[in-house]
Each structure stands twice: as structure tokens, then as C-alpha cells.
């Protein structure tokens, strides 16, 4: 299977920084997108951003100008780095990769999420 490890969480003050990283790995698969969700806590898990091998990226209403995602297609890795946060912003955030085997079956994997927390 692919696996993914996602990692840079914390706790920040409102207004600063973070930067979270998701590396994926495993054999035989092809990435075709890859992603941030994440899932306040008695809320829905939600789409933050995603970005496809190729540079085209979505962002959610609620977090566009302050994040950005981006991706080192030679590494497998997925960066999410968020700016200006809000206590609204946190969550537990799970990394996700979609994409093929080299048999061209479809696979959907999720990291294990990693807490960020945004409180003064």
C-alpha cells in the first residue's frame, strides 16, 4: 500500500505560522493528486487545498490567500504552509494522495493527521 506520514502540527498563537508536510511512500503508483484535509473537532472533515502533479490547485473559501500548497513531485511530498492563522482554523489536518499502481488501479490514501492548534 502507499503510505503516508504527515507531520509539522502544533500550537500557535493567532496570526503566526506553520508549515505541515506529508511524504508518501511505498512502490509501484503514480500520483495524481495530493492534498489537505481536516476535521475540527465535532465538525465534518473538510477539503482545505490540493494540488495535482501538474500545478493546478483548489483552496477553500475560508483558508485561500492565507495558505498555500505545494508539492516536490521527485520527493512525493506535499507542503501545506498556512499564514495568518485563526483559532477557526484549528483542526486535526490529514494529508491525502490519490492516484494509480503501475497496474493502473486507483488508490486513495490518508496520512494519520496531525493536530494543529491555533489559541493564545
Known amino acids: 500500500q502507499v503510505q503516508l506520514v504527515d507531520s509539522g502540527g502544533g500550537l500557535v498563537q493567532p496570526g503566526g505560522s506553520l508549515r505541515l508536510s506529508c511524504a508518501a511512500s511505498g512502490s509501484s503508483f503514480r500520483i495524481n493528486v495530493m492534498g489537505w484535509h481536516r476535521q475540527a473537532s465535532g465538525k465534518q472533515r473538510e477539503l482545505v487545498a490540493t494540488?495535482?502533479?501538474?500545478?493546478?490547485?483548489v483552496y477553500a473559501d475560508s483558508v485561500k490567500g492565507r495558505f498555500t500548497i505545494s508539492r516536490d513531485n521527485t520527493k512525493n511530498t506535499v507542503y501545506l504552509q498556512m499564514n495568518s492563522l485563526k483559532p477557526e482554523d484549528s483542526a486535526v489536518y490529514y494529508c491525502?494522495?490519490?492516484?494509480?499502481?503501475?497496474?493502473?488501479?486507483?488508490?486513495?490514501?490518508w496520512g494519520q493527521g496531525t493536530q494543529v492548534t491555533v489559541s493564545s
Open positions: 491525502n494522495v490519490r492516484g494509480y499502481r503501475t497496474n493502473l488501479r486507483a488508490f486513495d490514501s
Open positions: 494540488i495535482t502533479t501538474v500545478g493546478s490547485t
